[in-house]
């Protein structure tokens, strides 16, 4: 099984996704809970003044509080990686590809069939370890809608994503 898959096609830059190293990206998702909590948009501002006013009126009250030890914050961060089943969101590596502005369709290349999506309106979540495990047998990643719809049954055998 191969681990690197392309995004090729009518793209500006043909790129390779690497899912053994994202582990380590920021942008990963629990997949877990991602699909359980709905997606709102927040004004940043907004909850940026929220959360510091609740700290302010926390500290003025009760004292100021010290965090965790860094030592205790890598050890949960640690075990929740060994356990955890993680995704990463597609969009991100497709704007790096840069479809060319007659690109209308995202193509999922599998081993069996392939599957056509809208480029501009589908938001896919590629998963990329399943209990702290990467997916050996059927992936190297497995397609999720970003609604979680197929999350029962994802789209599996990814051998690349094709822009056309």
């Given at each position: ?84 089943s993680f995704g990463i969101p ?75």
């Amino acid at each position: 099984m191969e681990t690197i898959i392309p995004i090729k096609g009518k793209v500006k830059f043909s790129i390779t996704l690497d899912p053994g190293v994202w582990i380590f990206d920021d942008r990963k998702v629990d997949l877990t809970t991602y699909f359980r909590s709905k997606e709102e948009k927040v004004d940043e501002l907004e909850e940026y003044t929220k959360s510091v006013s609740r700290h302010w009126s926390r500290e003025i009250q009760e004292g100021a509080t010290y965090p965790p030890t860094l030592k205790t914050e890598k050890k949960y961060e640690k075990e929740k990686i060994l356990t955890g089943s993680f995704g990463i969101p597609l969009q991100p590596f497709l704007r790096n590809a840069e479809p060319l502005s007659d690109a209308k369709a995202l193509i999922v290349e599998t081993e069996e069939n392939e599957i056509s999506f809208n480029l501009a309106e589908e938001s896919l979540i590629l998963g990329f370890s399943k209990e702290g495990k990467p997916l050996r047998e059927n992936g190297p990643v497995h397609v999720y809608f970003g609604d979680g719809s197929n999350k029962e049954n994802p789209i599996t055998n990814v051998k690349a994503f094709r822009i056309e």
